[in-house]
């Protein structure tokens, strides 16, 4: 467990060094137990692969109480059960305009597009984390055969639903934002709405499963 | 129920307070006022609670129809406001008849300006705040930018709404200011020596890519760390992100919650409210301080805030 000043009003824990389920279980308990019971100094909570980024309320504490404190929390959150992964089932239609990068991501791999639909569609996921923008998960790991670094220069604009892969991680876009993944297909559902709880159709820990749809069953899900 | 009518929304105008922090772990980032404490004198000047919902004006402002009668004050940039054509002071308790229009114009010095009104404005709050985050279309009116013919909903006025004037001590040592104090950020250690002292030697300039989402600078590249490959992680408001090709970004309310650039620095609490008034072209510059030093500077500034004798005359 290391402490990092990230400002004057926030501090970032690293539970692990590298990417994983065990670095990735205890950010988990870690940001459930202050959810649980949350210090009356606690602002925000921001959980990533490894770490969890602290704000605080620097007129109550400074970082060394809340070293303190967290290390408490650490040491109980190891007790915690973990829970039962849900798992989301997302359709993608991976074809024509909706998939502007799959050629590119198919011949870099020396691969055909079908197999490139298989392998991204064969694998659970964990959702590691939600960040960037409301409701955007980030997925892993995507399998070493489709693995593919990001664009060079990122788009200014990816259209919402659209889903990108980047390194050993994929994710679906929740709203059009700039974006420099490679984009290999799109979902007609809404990541994020305001109308029904939880608002995100996935939360941290889930598992996620893509399944490979018709431009015609796309249209059919996507009109309301 | 009292109302304002927009006439003509300015170039981006938004209901916003003091944001919804606290839902970092489903992405959400707190939005509300860029410049917060512009907001909260606003609210206070009126006997508003400090984080009721306000017009947030960006470099323009608009023009707007009251139905019937309200009191209202403006504060942060001055976009020249007028009522009816008379002009309007600023940072006052101010009565507008039934039927009045106010309005903006483009501003005179800083980014944003801050109109209040007695009761605040009402919309649907979303995650207990009424601040709209555009990008994700939540919060606010109809999750975006005010357009003509939107009708705002205008809360019952306090009881007794007191005419109180701020202080010119308290505007003074508020005041929007081109250097920013900074603490080291996350990755600074990364950094050699010589890119921490170019980033506390030379001026940024603001470029017209700046948003509530962050103020991208301009500048003579800063060197990065040697190894710049790192993990994904949470990212603060007020981080000071240094892009693959050396160009710093300021992350603002309405941030990114993680990215995967490093941070050189993070400009310190009481600054925070300074990024929300810099517009494009303004050339700033950063001054390094200790955490000790913010933190002392963050305590002094919120008892300001505590005791309200200070704040008015």
Known sequence: ?224 | MNSLIVQSPGLLTTVQDLGRPGYGPIGVSPAGAADPVALRIANLVLGNEPGAAALEMTLLGGSFLFSQAATVSIGGADMSPTLNGQPVEMWLARSIPAGATLAFGPTRNYARAYLAVAGGFRVKPFLGSASTHVLSGTGGFEGRALRKGDVLRIGAAPRNTPKRQVSQTLLTSLRPRKVLRVTDGPQAGQFSPEALDTLTHQTFRVTEESDRLGLRLLAPPLPLPPSSNMITEGVSLGAIQVTPSGQAIILGVDQQTTGGYPKIANVIGIDLHRIGQLRPHVDIRFERTSLAVARALWIERERLFHSTEHLFV
């Open chain 1, 1 to 224: 467990m290391r402490f990092r000043a990230a400002s004057d009003q926030s501090m970032l824990i690293d539970l692990g060094d590298e990417i994983g389920l065990a670095t990735h279980a205890r950010v988990l308990k870690l940001l459930r137990l202050l959810q649980k019971e949350p210090p009356a100094w606690l602002r925000n909570m921001q959980p990533a692969y490894c770490s969890l980024l602290i704000s605080f309320d620097a007129s109550r504490v400074d970082h060394a109480a809340v070293e303190t404190a967290l290390r408490r929390f650490e040491q109980r959150s190891e007790s915690l059960r973990s829970l039962q992964p849900r798992t989301i089932r997302i359709p993608v239609c991976y074809e024509g305009d909706f998939a502007p990068d799959i050629h590119e991501v198919a011949r870099l791999h020396n691969l055909s597009i079908k197999d490139v639909i298989r392998i991204h569609t064969s694998r659970a996921y964990l959702a590691y984390f939600l960040g960037f923008v409301p409701g955007f998960a980030y997925l892993g790991d995507l399998s070493e055969d489709i693995a593919t670094p990001r664009l060079d220069t990122p788009r200014k604009r990816v259209p919402a639903g659209s889903v990108g892969i980047a390194g050993k991680q994929t994710a679906v876009y929740p709203f059009a934002t700039p974006g420099g993944w490679r984009l290999i297909g799109r979902t007609p559902l809404p990541l994020f709405r305001t109308d029904r709880e939880p608002f995100g159709l996935i939360s941290m820990g889930d598992q996620v499963r893509f399944r490979s749809i018709s431009p015609g069953k796309f249209e059919e899900l996507a009109s309301p």
